[in-house]
């Protein structure tokens, strides 16, 4: 239970850091976010808006504390004000739109990456030197090598351009009806195909790796080879006795992995169109809608926070150590 | 050579064989790192010829990789070997000049970020106590926040950021890990015998972490330096993929990003995007290869293929001679 306070209190100190950073940024940058804003919707804003824009970005007349308090004070109501890119659409119900899409492409394509990965590398290790070892996770490795954009770049082209296996773009089929039909899950499949395997394909020489390497240090271990004195068979001691051990080291490179997958996201959905959180923080960001993309940033920490902790949780399940 | 008979008229003999006694130990240690391990041979094949490429752009090309030589949207020929982009710019000599910028900013990115990591790391082992709490709750937090879409916010504020804003954010936002790795492994070294030695004779800690500490790191270092490069090729590409570079500056991911908003795909001008693609790709396999290489050399459990083989001969040969002398 230590264990999990202490690394809810991390997280609340990294949230903490990333408001602050956010909050900071704009009044180091030359220039004030507010004029830009103003610039951005062409002159037309009225001056009450305008007035209430500084005020949610904390750039009131005084102290610097007190507009610190200010900002913290909105980010914790979730009173985050209008967008300007779609004024006066609020930011909360534009990001309530957006984000169900990324959480559904990226977390499905993390745990397919994660299970397979391991498995790969259990295998791997299982027969050192063998065909799968020697050449299945370096030739992964070359195509993870590659930053996502390029591969998504490629994907789309072989895929969705010239085979037309794949729609070229957006999340669904726009002329269907969302709703829980055959033909609009139909669509929703097919259009998450190729976003999601270059985000499993980008990752996935990563968990083979860590999970083939923990597998050999682990198999060097006293207790394997007590447990093969007891007459154990190979695959019980794979699984019961090595698999488990070397998971957790997995499970500690997830805090790396996600923030590599999250960037890879941004490219990925700008690729394919993909109307998820990396779209709208790109788009914010060319229509210098500070609002939106300060919201999108800290949002992103949020997740990519909350996936670690999960994984601390799952951490604490697989080390009984950790259980006092 | 003549420069080596130079040395030797020149200077003392012990000089001078001092400095051959490095040479020779360089060789044997290229050598011993080269042998029978073909990742890191074609690793720096491709690594190295793809920067001396770039370095004799001149050379290889005489056409000026920002000015209009063709119409635009040719395929490749034999007077375009890459073809022209949408502006009729040719695709050849952008991919070579484009490297000098890309290649800069990722190995000046990968100097910072191995330096503040070994700086950091180091200390952090080293020290213990409060520097190491403090220290390693900072690099914990700069771990765990994402880094792309950070960058992604500090290019926006910054407005459209050069390749040296570029070098400068990849390197002071990607040392994290590293700096996690030469800690853990200075944790691992520090009790050893010859640290202790050295506090027993009252060295000061900065030659102890110098000279006894940091030679030990040497492969992490390597390692650490090629992954960060590799990291920030792709991270650079992206971000100018994204448009948050300077445009008009000539580099793989501003070709990347020309390509996309000229709608290269739509028009069926595929090699637009597809020869910065694939180079990006290509140094990205040689950089993979020798990050491998250099893991395998570091940690020789983890080593595959024929050193395997030569294992299994041994055991048998081993076992074989253990029955024989029972029998």
Same mark, same amino acid.
Not at chain 1, 233 to 245: D, G, L
Not at chain 2, 7 to 30: A, G, H, I, Y
């Given at each position: 239970?230590?264990?999990?306070?202490?690394?809810?209190?991390?997280?609340?100190?990294?949230?903490?850091?990333?408001?602050?950073?956010?909050?900071?940024?704009?009044?180091?940058?030359?220039?004030?976010?507010?004029?830009?804003?103003?610039?951005?919707?062409?002159?037309?804003?009225?001056?009450?808006?305008?007035?209430?824009?500084?005020?949610?970005?904390?750039?009131?007349?005084?102290?610097?504390?007190?507009?610190?308090?200010?900002?913290?004070?909105?980010?914790l109501?979730?009173?985050?004000?209008?967008?300007?890119m779609?004024?006066?659409?609020?930011?909360?119900?534009?990001?309530?739109?957006?984000?169900?899409?990324?959480?559904?492409?990226?977390?499905?394509?993390?745990?397919?990456?994660?299970?397979?990965?391991?498995?790969?590398?259990?295998?791997?290790?299982?027969?050192?030197?063998?065909?799968?070892?020697?050449?299945?996770?370096?030739?992964l490795?070359?195509?993870?090598?590659?930053p996502?954009?390029?591969?998504?770049?490629?994907?789309?082209?072989?895929?969705?351009?010239?085979?037309?296996?794949?729609?070229?773009?957006?999340?669904?089929?726009?002329?269907?009806?969302?709703?829980?039909?055959?033909?609009?899950?139909?669509?929703?499949?097919?259009?998450?195909?190729?976003?999601?395997?270059?985000?499993?394909?980008?990752?996935?020489?990563?968990?083979?790796?860590?999970?083939?390497?923990?597998?050999?240090?682990?198999?060097?271990?006293?207790?394997?080879?007590?447990?093969?004195?007891?007459?154990?068979?190979?695959?019980?001691?794979?699984?019961?006795?090595?698999?488990?051990n070397?998971?957790?080291?997995?499970?500690?490179s997830?805090?790396?992995?996600?923030?590599?997958?999250?960037?890879?996201?941004?490219?990925?959905?700008?690729?394919?169109?993909?109307?998820?959180?990396?779209?709208?923080?790109?788009?914010?960001?060319?229509?210098r809608?500070?609002?939106?993309?300060?919201?999108?940033?800290?949002?992103?920490?949020?997740?990519?926070?909350?996936?670690?902790?999960?994984?601390?949780?799952?951490?604490?399940?697989?080390?009984p150590?950790?259980?006092? | 050579?003549?420069?080596?008979?130079?040395?030797?008229?020149?200077?003392?003999?012990?000089?001078?064989?001092?400095?051959?006694?490095?040479?020779?130990?360089?060789?044997?240690?290229?050598?011993?790192?080269?042998?029978?391990?073909?990742?890191?041979?074609?690793?720096?094949?491709?690594?190295?010829?793809?920067?001396?490429?770039c370095?004799?752009?001149?050379?290889?090309?005489?056409?000026?990789?920002?000015?209009?030589?063709?119409?635009?949207h040719?395929?490749?020929? !034999?007077?375009?070997?890459?073809?022209?982009?949408?502006?009729?710019k040719?695709?050849?000599?952008?991919?070579?000049?484009?490297?000098?910028?890309?290649?800069?900013?990722?190995?000046?990115?990968?100097a910072?970020?191995?330096?503040v990591?070994l700086?950091?790391?180091?200390?952090?082992?080293?020290?213990?106590?409060?520097v190491?709490?403090?220290?390693?709750?900072?690099?914990?937090?700069?771990?765990?926040?994402?880094?792309?879409?950070?960058?992604?916010?500090?290019?926006?504020?910054?407005?459209?950021?050069?390749?040296?804003?570029?070098?400068?954010?990849?390197?002071?936002?990607?040392?994290?890990?590293?700096?996690?790795v030469m800690?853990?492994?200075?944790?691992?070294?520090?009790?050893?015998?010859?640290?202790?030695?050295?506090?027993?004779?009252?060295?000061?800690?900065?030659?102890?972490?110098?000279?006894?500490?940091?030679?030990?790191?040497?492969?992490?270092?390597?390692?650490?330096?090629?992954?960060?490069?590799?990291?920030?090729?792709?991270?650079?590409?992206?971000?100018?993929?994204?448009?948050?570079?300077?445009?008009?500056?000539?580099?793989?991911?501003?070709?990347l990003?020309?390509?996309?908003?000229?709608?290269?795909?739509?028009?069926?001008?595929?090699?637009?995007?597809?020869?910065?693609?694939?180079?990006?790709?290509?140094?990205? !396999?040689?950089?993979?290869?020798?990050?491998i290489?250099?893991?395998?050399?570091?940690?020789?459990?983890?080593?595959?293929?024929?050193?395997?083989?030569?294992?299994?001969?041994?055991?048998?040969?081993?076992?074989a001679?253990?029955?024989?002398?029972?029998?």
């Amino acid at each position: 239970m230590g264990f999990i306070l202490r690394r809810l209190a991390f997280y609340l100190a990294a949230i903490f850091v990333a408001i602050t950073f956010n909050f900071l940024l704009p009044r180091l940058m030359p220039g004030d976010p507010v004029d830009a804003i103003f610039l951005a919707a062409g002159g037309t804003m009225p001056p009450e808006v305008l007035a209430a824009y500084k005020e949610m970005l904390g750039f009131v007349d005084g102290p610097l504390w007190q507009q610190y308090a200010i900002y913290l004070k909105s980010i914790l109501t979730f009173d985050l004000g209008p967008t300007i890119m779609l004024y006066p659409v609020p930011v909360t119900k534009l990001l309530s739109q957006t984000v169900p899409w990324t959480i559904a492409l990226a977390g499905t394509a993390t745990l397919i990456s994660i299970v397979v990965g391991c498995f790969i590398g259990l295998f791997a290790s299982y027969n050192r030197g063998g065909f799968v070892d020697r050449f299945v996770p370096v030739s992964l490795q070359l195509i993870a090598s590659m930053p996502q954009a390029v591969t998504a770049l490629f994907l789309f082209f072989i895929f969705a351009m010239i085979l037309k296996w794949f729609p070229l773009g957006f999340g669904a089929n726009p002329d269907l009806d969302p709703g829980w039909t055959w033909e609009y899950i139909k669509s929703l499949l097919s259009h998450a195909v190729l976003p999601m395997a270059t985000l499993f394909l980008s990752m996935i020489a990563g968990w083979i790796f860590t999970m083939r390497n923990a597998m050999v240090n682990v198999l060097g271990e006293d207790y394997i080879t007590m447990a093969r004195a007891k007459g154990l068979s190979s695959r019980r001691i794979m699984t019961h006795y090595a698999a488990r051990n070397a998971i957790l080291p997995v499970v500690t490179s997830v805090a790396m992995a996600l923030g590599f997958a999250v960037g890879g996201q941004i490219m990925i959905e700008i690729v394919f169109n993909y109307p998820g959180l990396g779209q709208t923080l790109v788009k914010s960001v060319g229509v210098r809608d500070y609002p939106l993309m300060q919201a999108c940033f800290l949002l992103i920490v949020v997740f990519v926070l909350v996936a670690n902790f999960l994984a601390d949780i799952a951490y604490v399940w697989l080390d009984p150590r950790l259980r006092k | 050579m003549t420069i080596a008979t130079d040395l030797t008229q020149l200077s003392p003999v012990k000089t001078e064989s001092r400095f051959m006694n490095f040479l020779k130990k360089l060789k044997d240690n290229l050598a011993r790192y080269y042998k029978g391990n073909p990742a890191a041979i074609i690793g720096s094949a491709i690594v190295g010829t793809i920067i001396v490429a770039c370095l004799a752009a001149p050379l290889l090309t005489d056409k000026d990789p920002n000015r209009r030589v063709a119409r635009g949207h040719q395929p490749p020929s !034999a007077e375009l070997w890459f073809g022209s982009t949408r502006a009729g710019k040719d695709i050849f000599s952008q991919v070579l000049y484009g490297g000098r910028s890309s290649l800069t900013v990722a190995f000046t990115a990968a100097a910072i970020a191995t330096i503040v990591s070994l700086l950091v790391g180091v200390t952090s082992g080293y020290m213990g106590g409060k520097v190491d709490e403090v220290m390693m709750a900072i690099t914990n937090i700069v771990l765990v926040l994402p880094g792309i879409p950070l960058l992604i916010i500090l290019a926006a504020l910054l407005g459209e950021v050069g390749p040296v804003v570029i070098a400068m954010l990849l390197g002071f936002t990607g040392w994290a890990w590293g700096a996690r790795v030469m800690r853990s492994q200075t944790l691992a070294i520090r009790n050893k015998e010859f640290i202790i030695a050295a506090e027993v004779m009252g060295e000061s800690k900065w030659r102890i972490i110098t000279v006894e500490i940091i030679p030990n790191l040497i492969s992490l270092v390597a390692g650490g330096f090629v992954g960060t490069t590799l990291y920030a090729i792709g991270a650079q590409a992206g971000l100018e993929f994204l448009g948050l570079g300077d445009a008009s500056v000539v580099s793989w991911g501003t070709m990347l990003y020309w390509a996309q908003s000229s709608a290269a795909f739509i028009v069926g001008a595929w090699w637009d995007f597809v020869v910065p693609g694939a180079v990006i790709a290509l140094m990205g !396999a040689g950089l993979a290869l020798l990050n491998i290489s250099i893991d395998q050399v570091s940690n020789p459990k983890l080593r595959t293929g024929a050193y395997i083989k030569i294992w299994k001969r041994m055991k048998a040969d081993v076992d074989a001679k253990r029955r024989g002398a029972k029998a």
